[in-house]
């Protein structure tokens, strides 16, 4: 895979040359001061809010039933009691998670209570340390500031702003409670469907995300379930992109769309989030469309994505023009393409995440991501002083330190999801 600095991302996918102005390695002078100076705007908040720890409220990514009642799944009498009271909910397919099917069957996992990291209380989370794991979904935690410069185009207080959000959101949210559950908080109807699955590679190499529209039936989910989907959906996105450049494509599979399937409070919530949250991680946004009724949608949709998010659109109404982005081989049948994949879901079992149970594991590993964080700060805090003691080289192995020790912390602190348990 070669890379190359030019802008033009059509032109770029043409030639199997990922666009790298403006990442790690590739700044301009002017692009690394305002990394610098975002630095500095985010080290003073993190100082300045470390006795204001950030409420966790679920007021827009709604947590499950079990979690929203204060219940832990290690509390078996608890858990027992919660689904005597709540049968008539958790057999209803518009609000059952996997979990709550699990559960019905027989399955009772326990795994260890969650615990938020760096000893933040469960039910607030302090800026810095949802800050620090937000950086573990990048190779490098200046990476994770670059996406929010390249998405402002590098104005260094609106990235500060929107960074300040993103983080705060996560922390009110409890986006890592969302994803130590795992797939086990979500909706069943829609896992075993596959509304949102990862398959193939995009000619740049990136993972492609696929929303399967016409699974998408608004009338036939429970209140909260598609926010909590989104996230969770997003959330794997950038999992998988993060040991692949860093990106995804994401592709909107319309085949079969029909009047059920339009949906535009699943659309705007993905958007939303897509814009807010996750910026720069979609190298690009496909709508692989020929329906009279996307028409009117997509006006209406295009008016909610961010400028930059809308250069990265395009329709594809045919496997051809589709191709421009994902070679026809890593295209899945159903759409026209050559892969012959099906998806099909496998529920989790016990062993899938034994190591969230080991309780002294992730102590190690959890201590060498603090470690890993004291050194990167460190040097941030020589490099942004412009010190004559500044060793560039140490910088670069303080990030990778900080890489090896959140990929190291991964397996204790979440819950592996589909496409993980499959290549086993």
């Known amino acids: 895979m070669t890379v190359s600095n030019t802008p033009d991302l059509q032109e770029s996918y043409k030639a199997q040359t990922r666009i790298v102005v403006g990442t790690v390695g590739n700044l301009t002078a002017d692009q690394e001061l305002a990394l610098k100076e975002l630095w500095v705007k985010i080290l003073t908040h993190i100082e300045s809010t470390a006795t204001t720890p950030i409420k966790v409220t679920n007021d827009q990514v709604r947590a499950d039933g079990l979690t929203a009642a204060g219940i832990a799944l290690d509390q078996p009498s608890a858990v027992a009691q919660w689904y005597a009271d ?100 979500q909706n069943n109807r829609l896992m075993e469907a596959g509304l949102c699955i990862n398959v193939g590679r995009d000619r740049l190499d990136y993972p492609v995300m696929v929303v399967r529209v016409r699974l998408n039936v608004a009338r036939e989910r429970g209140e909260g379930t598609v926010e909590r989907f989104a996230a969770y959906a997003l959330e794997r996105a950038a999992i998988l992109a993060r040991a692949h450049g860093e990106r995804a494509t994401l592709l909107y599979d319309f085949t079969g769309f029909k009047l059920d399937n339009i949906d535009t409070a699943f659309i705007k919530t993905l958007v939303t989030m897509i814009n807010e949250t996750y910026p720069q991680s979609f190298s690009a946004t496909v709508m692989f469309v020929n329906s009279w009724l996307f028409t009117g949608i997509w006006k209406l949709v295009r008016s909610w994505l961010d400028p930059i998010v809308a250069k990265r659109s395009f329709i594809a109404k045919d496997v051809e023009q589709l191709s ?21 879901f496998g529920l989790p079992t016990g062993d899938d995440n034994a190591l969230m149970l080991d309780v002294e594991g992730r102590r190690k590993a959890e201590d060498a991501l603090k470690e890993a964080v004291a050194a990167f700060d460190k040097e941030t805090g020589v490099w942004i002083s412009g010190s004559g003691s500044y060793d560039a080289q140490s910088r670069i192995e303080a990030a990778a330190r900080f890489s090896d020790a959140a990929l190291g912390l991964d397996p204790y602190i979440r819950a592996r999801f589909t496409t993980e348990r499959r290549s086993k």
């Open 86 to 185: 709540n049968k008539s909910t958790v057999t209803d397919i518009k609000h059952q998670t996997v979990g709550d099917k699990l559960y019905l069957d027989g399955q009772h996992l326990t795994p260890a209570p969650f615990r938020p990291l760096f000893g933040d209380d469960p039910g607030s989370r302090h800026f810095g340390n949802t800050f620090w794991k937000a950086c573990t979904l990048h190779s490098n935690p200046d990476s994770y500031l670059l996406t929010f410069l390249r998405a402002t185009s590098w104005n260094v207080s609106v990235a500060f702003d929107r960074i300040v959000h993103s983080v705060t959101w996560r922390a009110s949210q409890a986006i890592d409670k969302l994803m130590w559950d795992g797939e086990l908080a």
């Open 324 to 344: 421009a982005f994902v070679d026809p081989s890593q295209i899945m049948s159903d759409m026209g393409g050559a892969l012959k994949e099906q998806y099909s």
